[in-house]
């Protein structure tokens, strides 16, 4: 199954020649806690988020997935966390993540049962660093430690 995997990994890289761009969203909530999915491929703890889809815009395809992966509504997009871009940061495919912090309110409710198998908000302090899914161990890190990356 891995094998056919990177052989349909190497015809979707020469069929579209560039990386998909995706935008991840940390979502702080009024009580300053953030909020995590458990993914469903991997079973790991991830920042929200997905690929922009043909005709949105970074913000939009912010407010798309919250709502799809959390059921949380964005009020306002505070900073740009980073643009990640290393080719191997996710291991399906090349793929540019734009990672914003944006704060959020409403009631945890996963609307998306094929990707996530559940949600949970954290404090800053009881985050699970050291097994997050893809590069989202460095995403946090450097938004807690108030970084606006390139990489």
């Known amino acids: ?24 969203i940390i979502p702080v909530l ?10 469903r491929d991997n079973g790991r703890w991830s920042i929200p988020g ?16 919250l709502v799809e992966e959390t059921g949380l509504t964005l009020i306002q997009i505070r900073r740009l966390v980073g643009v ?3 080719p191997d940061r996710d291991p399906r495919i090349h793929s540019i993540s734009v990672v914003l912090e944006a704060e959020v309110q409403g009631s945890l409710q996963v609307q998306d049962t094929l990707e996530v198998l559940g949600i949970k908000a954290f404090s800053k302090t009881d985050l699970p660093l050291g097994d997050l899914a893809h590069d989202h161990d460095r995403q946090l890190r450097d938004y807690l430690e108030g970084r606006t990356i390139v990489a």
Not at 17 to 24: E, L, S
Not at 50 to 65: Q, V
């Open 1 to 24: 199954m891995r094998h056919l995997w990177r052989y349909m990994q190497a015809i979707i890289g020469l069929v579209f020649r560039h990386p998909i761009t995706g935008v991840a």
């Open 30 to 39: 009024p009580d300053g806690r953030i909020v995590l999915i458990r993914r």
């Open 84 to 86: 990640y871009s290393a």
């Open 50 to 65: 997905g690929i922009i889809d043909w005709g949105e815009d970074i913000p939009t395809a912010a407010r798309r997935e």
